[in-house]
């Protein structure tokens, strides 16, 4: 076991210089805790209308219309494509810098027209065409939500201290996740006792209905006047990457969401179609990962705040590489007990690692180009998940091939799928050590400041 751990140190050291001992955090103005307070109250209604927009909601009417896999990665992937839109939305930012009408602007647009596809089967439109607009109004959605989310990220990353995001954003996840648990579990029950598709148009209309009262709040998030350098269209894209250390950056999320689409895309398609979940049985499963977050969150954040994203980034992302994918494979139809595990173990690590590649994109990202650096991330990254998503239905279709059955136990396309992008994920870490974090640890001073706690109970080792 000793061995393991001082090989997995090894493996996952960040950088080389000595920890150092973070400064005190400043007291936080009063306008910066007021919109802190209702960024939280505007991200719970935004989270709902997130959550009965996508997941298993989103899958579950595709399913019903009567998609099939390629349409199911489309679905999935076309988010990430649309966020591509970032660097225009970036480039209007610096013609005119108003980031609060912006904001309303694109997100009332992107989030007002989730009302057609719960009017979609009162249109008798043919059920293969069904599918083909509901893929193209989730890519319409995302164009102008990616957007509004580059701008938000911009202004949240001006308005909240350096020292303090980590344990904000931590908190604000966490609480998120909470409302997502009683998001799923609410849509979850009433999806499973209400017929289709009433029960999927009932839904999307109090999503978006929720989600333009939540775009109506960031009328009242403080707007501090800040710097930015007007940039032409040409230089918003390429001036990110001219900056040696955040295209460091850059390389780790072109990396990483390829790797990690290849099997979210069908995480949902395998939970219902191979398991045979109900869309309760989900909502358990999310909701134990909601309530790991809350926990969670806020301890890796003030963890971050600490010792560096980077680190935290790491360490989570290799649970999230490993242990998840395994917690699926193991999981049958007849014993759903390592999917409720996998909840778990998806608070754990995505409540670190979200946060974690958040803070780490603004902490390299020069305050007067913020938002065209953090555009960079959505365009590069956005097309990289594209791909990465678009490419997993083609392997899913290949790996149903080799599927077979031993001593009771179903081998599919699903498991390679989620092999090959265990094998990938776990690769990631190479990319983030490169990248320079003022004041940031070393992954194994990290892991090693945690090494009094390692065998904590289990004394007879």
Not at 282 to 290: L, V
Not at 311 to 320: D, F
Request: charged share 10%; proline share 5%.
């Amino acid at each position: 076991m000793s061995t393991l751990v001082e090989a997995a140190e090894e493996a996952l050291e960040s950088v080389t210089r000595e920890p150092e001992v973070p400064p005190e955090a400043p007291p936080i103005a009063n306008e910066v805790m007021r919109t802190m307070r209702l960024s939280i109250v505007e991200g719970t209604l935004t989270q709902m209308f997130l959550v009965w927009t996508s997941g298993a909601v989103l899958t579950g009417y595709m399913i019903h219309l009567g998609a099939g896999p390629m349409e199911l990665a489309a679905v999935a992937s076309i988010p990430m494509l649309a966020q591509a839109s970032a660097p225009l939305a970036a480039w209007l930012l610096s013609l005119y810098p108003q980031r609060k009408l912006l904001a309303i602007l694109l997100a009332t647009i992107g989030r007002g027209v989730w009302i057609f596809p719960a009017l979609l089967p009162l249109l008798r439109i043919p059920q293969e065409q069904a599918v083909l607009y509901l893929i193209l109004l989730v890519g319409f959605s995302h164009f102008f939500q990616g957007g509004a989310g580059v701008i938000w990220s911009s202004w949240m990353g001006g308005v909240i201290p350096g020292t303090h995001r980590g344990r904000y954003f931590g908190l604000r996840g966490g609480i998120l996740s909470v409302v997502g648990l009683v998001a799923n579990l609410s849509a979850g029950v009433f999806l499973d006792r209400v017929g289709a598709p009433i029960n999927y148009q009932a839904v999307l209309t109090v999503a978006t209905v929720l989600a333009l009262i939540g775009v109506s709040l960031y009328a009242l998030h403080y707007d501090p006047a800040e710097t930015t350098l007007k940039l032409g269209f040409a230089e918003t894209v390429t001036a990110p990457l001219m900056d040696v250390n955040f295209r460091k950056f850059l390389m780790f999320i072109v990396y990483w969401n390829p790797s990690i689409m290849l099997a979210a895309v069908f995480v949902f398609p395998y939970f219902l179609q191979h398991l045979q979940m109900t869309f309760t049985q989900i909502a358990i499963w999310a909701s134990i990962a909601a309530m790991t977050t809350l926990v969670a969150g806020p301890l890796w954040g003030r963890l971050a705040d600490a010792v560096g994203n980077k680190a935290v980034l790491i360490i989570t992302s290799m649970i999230a590489a490993t242990a998840l994918p395994l917690c699926w494979i193991l999981a049958t139809p007849d014993n759903l007990t390592f999917i409720y595990v996998s909840g778990f173990i998806d608070g754990v690590a995505w409540s670190a690692v979200t946060v974690s590649i958040f803070n780490l994109g603004l902490a390299t990202a020069p305050g007067d180009r913020r938002t065209a650096y953090l555009a960079a991330i959505g365009l590069f990254g956005g097309i990289a998940g594209f791909l990465g998503g678009m490419l997993a239905g083609p392997l899913l279709a290949l790996f149903r091939q080799y599927e077979f059955a031993l001593l009771g136990y179903e081998w599919t396309g699903f498991h390679t799928l989620f092999v090959v992008s265990a094998l990938l994920r776990m690769q990631a870490w190479r990319f983030v050590r490169p990248v320079n974090e003022t004041r940031a640890w070393r992954t194994r001073d990290v892991l090693r400041a945690f090494r009094p706690w390692r065998f904590a109970g289990f004394h007879w080792r």
